[in-house]
């Protein structure tokens, strides 16, 4: 368990730095395609108005290099999977992925992101079992970790801690990253357009 929890600690420090090499190289294999961007665009978006939805709840805390929660949060998203922030970057993840159109390399993005993802929840959720004990556990035992129950379960306060635009000042760096992959790519396609002229 050391070495397990030292590996989500070290993925949860290091969790906005450790994605740009793979965006990096992501934008250098891409083969963008019109259909790749409908079919891409629609994940991308659904992940950030999740990942909103999410900030509405447990506020800005989640930028921080440290572990620290003042309260367990079970409201909105949380009342549908304990990690809504993570199932919201999967999400826009594969939306990258699917405008990039390269399968070998979207291959070994989720192969990488499932070790992380399986190292950080289990770090994370160590945390908040530890103090938050009974609250945790009568929490665990009814909200999935990862893929959301379709109802939120009952007894959950449905409503956000912070406003809509708490939230969207929390997200200015991730608007700011997700803008800038966006537009390597939609070079990536321009240029792709132009070798094929």
């Avoid at 989500?8 to 294999?29: N, T």
């Avoid at 950080?120 to 893929?147: C, D, G, N, Q, W």
Wanted: positive net charge.
């Amino acid at each position: 368990m050391g070495f397990y929890n030292s590996l989500g600690r070290f993925f949860f420090e290091w969790r906005d730095k450790l994605p740009v090499p793979l965006a990096l190289a992501m934008v250098s294999c891409a083969r963008p395609r019109p259909l790749n961007w409908v079919l891409g665009m629609p994940l991308v978006m659904a992940g950030e108005a999740l990942r909103v939805w999410g900030l509405m709840h447990i506020g800005p805390t989640t930028r921080t290099r440290e572990i620290c929660a003042d309260r367990l949060v079970t409201s909105g998203p949380y009342s549908h999977c304990r990690n809504p922030l993570y199932l919201a970057n999967l999400l826009k993840i594969t939306g990258f992925m699917v405008i990039a159109g390269n399968l070998k390399y979207a291959l070994c993005v989720l192969a990488f992101y499932t070790v992380e993802f399986a190292a950080m929840i289990p770090y994370e959720e160590t945390f908040l079992a530890e103090k938050f004990p009974e609250a945790h556990k009568a929490y665990r035992s009814v909200v999935p970790a990862f893929f959301p129950k379709c109802a939120a379960v009952e007894g959950m306060s449905a409503e956000p801690a912070y406003s809509l635009q708490d939230a969207l000042a929390s997200e200015k760096r991730t608007f700011a990253s997700t803008s800038a992959i966006l537009l390597l790519l939609s070079i990536c396609s321009l240029l792709k357009r132009e070798k094929c002229a």
